[in-house]
């Protein structure tokens, strides 16, 4: 079983800049960004291979980048020119058996991280 937590998530205002970190307890190959506002469904972000090879959503790759630290068993997902429609509570997502933006490949999640963006 893989342990997942996030961190690094909190309140900014319009135009902001956070960096959200994942520790998980052991390499995975697949790894993925979620996020979940309030009343929606759980939205896929980024996702990304072992070596590097990422997806991300079309509408987000303007400001969000993915990335990887294997020897810390990391993942990372910078966050740039943050926008109020971005709150949500953002998961770290592993195991799938492909780089996918849909959550149902994924066996194991963490906690959520909240991220809120002020006006």
């Known amino acids: 079983q893989i342990q997942l937590a996030e961190s690094g998530g909190g309140s900014v205002q319009t135009g902001g800049s956070l960096r959200l970190s994942c520790e998980a307890s052991q390499y995975t190959y697949h790894m993925a960004w979620f996020r979940q506002a309030p009343g929606k469904q759980r939205e896929g972000i980024a996702c990304?291979?072992?070596?590097?090879?990422?997806t991300t959503q079309n509408y987000l790759k303007a400001r969000f980048t993915i990335s990887r630290d294997n020897d810390k068993f990391r993942l990372y997902l910078q966050m740039n020119s943050l926008e109020p429609e971005d709150t949500a509570v953002y998961y770290c997502?592993?195991?799938?058996?492909?780089?996918?933006?849909?959550?149902?490949?994924?066996?194991?999640w963490g906690q959520g991280t909240q991220v809120t963006v002020s006006s």
């Open positions: 997502a592993a195991t799938s058996p492909e780089c996918s933006l849909e959550p149902t490949p994924y066996i194991y």
């Open positions: 990304i291979a072992g070596h590097g090879p990422a």
